[in-house]
């Protein structure tokens, strides 16, 4: 019995021990723990740009790999719940890159990444007409109004106009919306299209925009320059996009996500002239 009770301790103390380890080193679990990683780019799940169980792993996914298998370069995406695991692979791990998307780089972090364009969005405000008396046409008449977020972008210009911001960690904000938590919620119409393609088919009338003029934001992929390849795999990504860009491959990952075929050639050319530039 005495025999047992000191192997029993000793498992203990190792599973204790290991424990610690793990913890004190951050997230490990990886992709490349399970299969061999090529060019490991990690990213948060976020889709419709990024997910495990989406059609090509999601828009950004599909260009980005498109565009590397374009000039002969295999990649391996690892998709991770939260940017802060994103984060530590990129810093800590000095991993070859990352999705930008989720993520907040502070100016340090910016000099030692390569961001290089791969996707244009227009993002706009959205609420539910049904859930609304007004009909407001800009932020300033949005006083006292509940805006929810998942992300850390700013909200000084929201806050401004005595706009009640509210921070979800977890859940979906269409949820949020749709029950009434929250009283507009901001989307990309890429992301706005997802949704209604997934859930509301019907429905996408009770949408409406409060701001006329949609912001354009640019989706990259950040690139490691303390990784040994960062700077070359930044100019075959580029060099890449080019050719799908050129080729009409672009253009056809698009159609899956946006309906409007003047849209997609506008995305097209203002992506060419970014790289080219």
Do not use: C
């Not at 976020?46 to 999601?58: K, R, V």
């Not at 790999?65 to 000095?94: R, S």
């Not at 907040?104 to 706009?124: A, H, M, W």
């Not at 929201?158 to 989307?187: C, M, N, P, W, Y």
């Amino acid at each position: 019995m005495k025999k047992i009770n000191l192997i029993a301790h000793g498992v203990f103390m190792f599973t204790l021990f290991y424990a610690s380890v793990v913890l004190a080193t951050g997230p490990r679990v990886t992709q490349s723990m399970f299969e061999t990683a090529e060019n490991e780019i990690f990213a948060v799940d976020s889709p419709p740009y990024i997910g495990s169980d989406l059609d090509l792993g999601g828009v950004n996914t599909a260009i980005v790999k498109a565009a590397l298998k374009a000039v002969d370069i295999n990649t391996t995406v690892t998709m991770l719940p939260l940017a802060k695991m994103v984060q530590y692979y990129l810093l800590e791990e000095q991993a070859l890159g990352v999705f930008n998307e989720k993520m907040i780089f502070s100016n340090r972090d910016k000099k030692g990444l390569i961001f290089v364009p791969i996707l244009l969005t227009k993002e706009n405000y959205y609420y539910l007409k049904n859930k609304q008396q007004s009909t407001p046409h800009s932020l300033t008449e949005l006083a006292g109004w509940r805006y929810g977020t998942n992300t850390a972008d700013s909200t000084t210009e929201l806050e401004k106009h005595d706009i009640k911001v509210q921070f979800f960690r977890h859940g979906s904000l269409l949820d949020k919306l749709t029950a009434g938590e929250v009283d507009f919620i901001r989307l990309s119409e890429i992301k706005l299209n997802w949704i209604v393609d997934q859930h509301l088919s019907a429905k996408i009338n009770l949408f409406s925009a409060i701001k006329a003029k949609p912001d354009l934001v640019l989706q990259s992929v950040a690139f490691n320059k303390k990784h040994a390849q960062g700077k070359s795999m930044a100019k075959k990504l580029k060099q890449g996009l080019l050719v799908i860009l050129n080729n009409g491959q672009y253009a056809e990952i698009l159609k899956s996500y946006l309906n409007n075929a003047d849209e997609i050639k506008s995305r097209v050319q203002s992506l060419r002239s970014l790289l080219s530039s």
